[in-house]
């Protein structure tokens, strides 16, 4: 008798420890959950203060470009731009503004193709790439009428 009441405890015993080892097993399954769902809220909002602070950027540059000079200004440009999408646009700029206003202007256009990628404002004829963003219009050789193309740069990856 002394022999099955052992073979009982022990199992009694095995049973405890197996409930005892499901709760911290179901401890640490709700504990990973719970870390996965901080670094998921923390993932979302990086990406919400990512998404604002490059919002915020495109807006200080959209506000940054200079009004548009009228047509009959003598010192104005007219430039046309063929963008990587073979979309093509144009706009005035004045001879005193700065290869870095022309660059500016193309990242507030909101091409999809533009967005992620470096790129850079150059002429087939002559060939000469504009990547002397202090320089003005005038001192780089522009002319006042002028056809550029805009074309993503190559990725080190």
Request: hydrophobic share 30%; net charge negative; with cysteine.
């Amino acid at each position: 008798m002394y022999r099955i009441f052992s073979i009982i405890d022990k199992q009694r015993e095995e049973f405890e420890e197996a409930k005892k080892k499901d709760r911290i097993s179901k401890l640490q399954i709700e504990e990973q959950k719970k870390k996965q769902k901080e670094e998921e809220e923390r993932i979302i909002e990086e990406n919400a203060l990512k998404k604002k602070a490059e919002e915020e950027e495109m807006k200080n540059r959209r506000e940054s470009l200079p009004a548009e000079p009228d047509i009959e200004d003598p010192n104005a440009y007219e430039l046309a731009f063929r963008l990587p999408s073979g979309k093509r646009i144009s706009r005035r700029f004045l001879k005193t503004n700065t290869i870095q206003t022309l660059y500016n202007y193309i990242s507030v256009l909101n091409e999809k193709d533009l967005k992620d990628g470096a790129y850079e404002i150059s002429q087939a004829i002559p060939k000469k790439s504009y990547i002397n963003i202090r320089a003005t219009l005038e001192e780089e050789g522009l002319t006042s009428k002028a056809a550029l193309q805009v074309c993503l740069l190559e990725s080190d990856e």
